[in-house]
């Protein structure tokens, strides 16, 4: 079951996503609505790191000094 929205898009951004559907073969309102799908996902997913970090932070869990030299040797990064 899907519900209808009406959003407003500037004359470009309304054309770019008629040129996608028409490249596709997908409608706007399946484009748009798979945008605003991976925007809602992304979204969450960061709040949602975010907010465990957040936890982790408030109860001292952090990475030792000799984690993080480890850490940024392993990619090549001068840790100081």
């Given at each position: 079951?899907?519900?209808?929205?009406?959003?407003?898009?500037?004359?470009?951004?309304?054309?770019?996503?008629?040129?996608?559907?028409?490249?596709?073969?997908?409608?706007?309102s399946y484009l748009a609505a798979e945008a605003i799908r991976d925007f809602i996902d992304l979204n969450e997913w960061q709040i949602q790191e975010i907010t465990s970090a957040?936890?982790?932070?408030?109860?001292?869990?952090?990475?030792?000094d000799?984690?993080?030299?480890?850490?940024f040797r392993k990619w090549g990064v001068n840790a100081g």
């Amino acid at each position: 079951m899907s519900t209808t929205m009406t959003i407003r898009l500037e004359p470009e951004l309304k054309s770019r996503l008629d040129q996608l559907a028409q490249a596709t073969d997908r409608s706007r309102s399946y484009l748009a609505a798979e945008a605003i799908r991976d925007f809602i996902d992304l979204n969450e997913w960061q709040i949602q790191e975010i907010t465990s970090a957040l936890k982790e932070a408030d109860k001292g869990d952090f990475a030792s000094d000799q984690a993080v030299k480890k850490a940024f040797r392993k990619w090549g990064v001068n840790a100081g």
